[in-house]
């Protein structure tokens, strides 16, 4: 038999941002305890508002699953003398289980016979374990921030006002602190303040509803945006939002009602990104656009009371939002004042980091970097490179950017404009930040993404070498980011920039800071750099040994590897893959410690070592030919063909022949043929059967 099982902690409000997080939590938490406790269940569902967090078990059983425990006890050969009576050992073995000689059994093992008991213990009710387990869950929930208050010990996003545990319909029995369960819950703080009785969760959710409660988010969430889509469609528009804003509102709100407003259209003039931050990151607010993304002047709010006249509450929110944007106004025309250029003396000021320098240093360290990078990859728009560098950080001592920081590089880039740059300048000064989020879009200019890569390896160079690199999942500084940003901006431009040449270079500018020496600040950066790229290409799909194999083989060129592991992925599909593989993992076996290789034709002795040595001589001269047209497919059909002579060549042939000039003399004819596959991939990296 099974039950259902609700569990409701109310608080006071909870900040949106714990909330998503701690719906996973809940489940991850109870659905371990729960099988560590045998109690089997049919799902489990977590529900959240700013003022509860509720879960809800489906069918979960009365009682744990019975547990068989088996122990070993002595072995048989030392449980009974040569009469066959029982010894001390096995007597004392069989007092301490509690059990008699009789109830014993001898079990086979791979060690041999032995003494054993098997003990079957029954499982508890479930409404013996709940309140363990509840009281358990509510204390391990590992939310940002938690708080005391009042004398209690208890830690808790909120402080706690009530608590609903129900099992079957009846009140399970726990406390936390002076609070203790029922079956009562409460509805919306302002427009049904009083307590209600719950029988089920069917129940429970209708009178949450009744009291002006929407417990689901997913059910808040559709009502929040059809609401806010129907009430910008009536004045011919569209409401703007992004994922992140419309789960916040989400978690602000217990009943959703859907506020129309409107603005000066004056306020227009001033650029879009810094009215539409206003609304979202201040205020919380749709933004409301035309169909061609062109902003109107209205916006939609969304309250957490169904007041009786809306319009006052739009009233409201208008006047709020008109100070808002007057501030913004004020500061675009103040910032307006003093040019992009006059403001990078305002940087020497600003401290970056107190080991590396100020944002004036920083800036000028990366200017030269970029210089670097674009005289290798796009020599013709050195000038507006150095241009677009020189200005990139200039907007992070406008007010604008003071009072709104997610604004950085979109002030730059309108600020520019208006200074008269050229807009590929402008452009580029707001793209080097780019990508802002995993996943986010990538720079589009050649500018953009030259700035955007030397101030990223700058900031990575520069903190591994004052001894400030991610530590576990600490990661104050973003770096992690930061390098897939670089990774990800070389691949799609595909950019000729070794990862060895770029931090080499940035160590030099850097060289008064470091920390240590140059070689090992370069090695742990290196590292860093391969476990993200490692990590991404697994994400991707690529085969793990697929990746580690052309890793090992080389990788600072981020474009080559790329292209060689989709070679080698693409090659796993040939039937020739797992043979060869094996084949030439048997000759870096035998390769270990090999070097100077020169082989001389005149010691071979075998058909065996000619036929291989005939037939390396052509294919490797088009395989080398292949790789340098960067056709790694064809190259890797190439290398099958080398199989058989390989094959035969270890099938007749004694590699370590006492001869010690004939043994050298094939080690060296292989280790040429080795040499040339790792070119492309490290193949005793490759997981095979044999």
């Excluded at 374990?129 to 869950?137: A, M, Q, R, V, Y």
């Excluded at 403001?343 to 970029?370: E, I, N, P, Q």
Aim: proline fraction near 5%.
């Amino acid at each position: 038999m099974s039950k259902e099982l609700l569990f409701e902690i109310g608080t006071e409000e909870i900040p949106a941002a714990f909330l998503t997080k701690a719906i996973k939590d809940i489940e991850e938490i109870v659905g371990k305890s729960l099988t560590e406790k045998r109690i089997p269940y049919a799902g489990i569902q977590v529900l959240a508002t700013p003022r509860r967090l509720c879960l809800y078990i489906a069918e979960l059983a009365e009682q744990q699953e019975d547990q068989t425990i088996e122990k070993l006890g002595p072995a048989k050969k030392a449980a009974f003398d040569d009469q066959g009576n029982p010894s001390k050992a096995a007597l004392g073995f069989a007092k301490g289980q509690g059990l008699e000689m009789s109830q014993l059994e001898t079990i086979t093992t791979e060690k041999g016979e032995y003494l054993a008991c098997r003990k079957t213990i029954a499982g508890e009710p479930t409404a013996v374990l709940l309140p363990e387990i509840l009281t358990k869950l509510a204390t391990s929930i590992p939310f940002r921030k938690s708080m005391r208050w009042a004398d209690y010990e208890l830690r808790f996003a909120r402080p706690i006002h009530w608590i609903l545990a129900l099992y079957g319909g009846q009140i399970v029995s726990l406390h936390l602190e002076a609070v203790q369960s029922s079956d009562s819950s409460y509805g919306h703080r302002f427009q049904a303040p009083n307590p209600f009785t719950v029988k089920n969760f069917a129940d429970y959710k209708e009178k949450t509803k009744q009291n002006f409660v929407i417990v689901d988010p997913s059910e808040r969430k559709k009502i929040i945006l059809e609401e806010a889509q129907r009430a910008a469609g009536e004045v011919g528009g569209k409401i703007f939002y992004t994922d992140d804003l419309l789960e916040t509102i989400t978690f602000i709100v217990e009943y959703p009602v859907i506020v129309r407003g409107s603005f000066d259209q004056e306020f227009l003039q001033v650029p879009k990104e810094v009215l539409t931050t206003t609304m979202i990151s201040h205020q919380k607010y749709f933004p409301v656009t035309d169909d061609a993304g062109k902003l109107l002047p209205y916006f939609i709010a969304v309250s957490n009371t169904n007041a009786r006249d809306l319009s006052v509450v739009a009233r409201g929110n208008e006047k709020v939002l008109r100070a808002r944007l007057a501030d913004a106004r004020f500061f675009f025309e103040e910032d307006q004042k003093v040019p992009l250029e006059k403001r990078l003396d305002a940087l020497k000021k600003v401290v970056f980091h107190k080991l590396l320098g100020t944002s004036y240093d920083k800036v000028m360290r990366f200017r030269k970097l970029a210089a670097i990078i674009a005289a290798r990859a796009n020599p013709a728009i050195l000038e507006s490179v150095d241009r677009a560098a020189q200005l990139s950080k200039a907007d992070l001592e406008t007010q604008m950017v003071g009072e709104f920081a997610e604004l950085q590089g979109i002030m730059g880039r309108e600020y520019a404009l208006l200074n008269g740059e050229n807009p590929v300048v402008a452009r580029a000064i707001y793209e080097h930040y780019l990508p802002i989020a995993a996943g986010g879009d990538l720079p589009q200019t050649d500018e953009g993404a030259i700035v955007g890569i030397a101030d990223k390896i700058d900031t990575i160079t520069g903190f591994f070498s004052v001894g400030l690199p991610p530590t576990g999942t600490a990661d104050p500084y973003a770096l992690r980011r930061q390098a897939l940003g670089v990774i990800n901006i070389i691949l799609a431009k595909r950019y000729p920039l070794p990862l060895d040449f770029l931090i080499d270079e940035s160590l030099k500018l850097l060289d008064n800071s470091l920390k240590k020496p140059a070689a090992e600040i370069k090695k742990d950066i290196r590292d860093f750099f391969a476990g993200r790229y490692q990590n991404q290409l697994i994400a991707q799909g690529y085969a793990y040994d697929t990746v580690e194999a052309v890793l090992a083989g080389g990788w600072t060129d981020l474009v080559e590897a790329s292209e060689k592991i989709k070679a080698l992925q693409t090659f796993r599909a040939n039937p020739e893959f797992e043979p060869i593989s094996i084949a030439f993992k048997r000759v870096d076996n035998i390769l270990k410690d090999f070097s100077n290789p020169k082989v001389d034709t005149a010691l071979f002795i075998t058909d065996a070592e000619r036929n291989l040595y005939s037939a390396a001589n052509e294919i490797l001269q088009q395989i080398t030919a292949s790789i340098e047209k960067n056709d790694y497919n064809l190259a890797l059909k190439e290398m099958a063909r080398l199989r058989p002579p390989v094959d035969a060549f270890f099938d007749g042939v004694m590699v370590m022949d006492k001869d010690e000039k004939v043994k050298f003399n094939r080690l060296s004819l292989l280790y040429e043929i080795s040499a040339t596959f790792h070119k492309i991939a490290d193949f005793s990296k490759i997981v095979t059967a044999g």
